[in-house]
């Protein structure tokens, strides 16, 4: 089973700003089937990135993912008051499916 | 418009069975591969199980295995997952998702259906 670790666990960040969240895998993650969601209160995750660095659609340009093998990267470029929430990445390479844990990002 | 509606979920004590559905439109529901995903009360994001588009091909997380089954009906457009013997530790909201053609990850989730395992 492949382990996602996220960090930092919260950010905390103020409007306006850059967020930079990390995903490490504990092996290297096949074909880059990396995604990223966002999470708010209350509702479903969203995808925001998948094949670690592809923008799903209608997902603004602030939202970048980069990275391979084990190492991968969420930049938020300026943080907008809507991007305060949970950003979680998985795994699709291999099954199980994995989740990280979660970096929470707020204020 | 495309979308995934869960149902099913409730209150039940442990030991006993629940199956949940997911119910889709807006999309050729045959095409895609489907996957069901849990979150316990102030936790993360804990994927359970994935069934390929024909149904011939699942897989679960070694957490459920032995206990959850996944299924499909294409012709009712409809997903299941059937819970045999439920632990406390079972309580979550359970989203199914839809693994997307060309955005190949979890693309379309549905609202969550909330399990309580509970004396």
């Known amino acids: 089973e492949i382990v996602l670790t996220q960090s930092p666990g919260t950010l905390s960040l103020s409007p306006g700003e850059r967020a930079t969240l990390s995903c490490r895998a504990s092996?290297?993650?096949?074909?880059?089937?990396l995604a990223w969601y966002q999470q708010k209160p209350g509702q479903a995750p969203r995808l925001l990135i998948f094949g670690a660095s592809s923008r799903a659609t209608g997902i603004p340009d602030r939202f970048s993912g980069s990275g391979s093998g084990t190492d991968f990267t969420l930049t938020i470029s300026r943080l907008e008051p809507e991007d305060f929430a949970v950003y979680y990445c998985q795994q699709y390479g291999s099954s199980p499916f994995t989740f990280g844990p979660g970096t929470k990002v707020d204020i | 418009q495309v979308q995934l509606v869960e149902s099913g979920g409730g209150v039940v004590q442990p030991g006993r069975s629940l199956r949940l559905s997911c119910a889709a439109s807006g999309f050729s529901f045959s095409l895609y591969t489907m996957h069901w995903v849990r979150q316990a009360p102030g936790k993360g994001l804990e994927w359970v199980a994935v069934?390929?588009?024909?149904?011939?091909?699942?897989s679960y997380a070694d957490s459920v295995k032995g206990r959850f089954t996944i299924s499909r009906d294409n012709s009712k457009h409809a997903l299941y997952l059937q819970i045999n013997g439920l632990i406390i530790e079972d309580t979550a909201v359970y989203f199914c998702?839809?693994?997307?053609?060309?955005?190949?990850?979890?693309?379309?989730w549905g609202q969550g259906t909330m399990v309580t395992v509970s004396s």
């Open positions: 998702a839809r693994f997307g053609e060309f955005q190949r990850a979890l693309d379309i």
């Open positions: 069934l390929s588009s024909d149904g011939g091909d699942k």
């Open positions: 092996q290297s993650v096949a074909s880059s089937y």
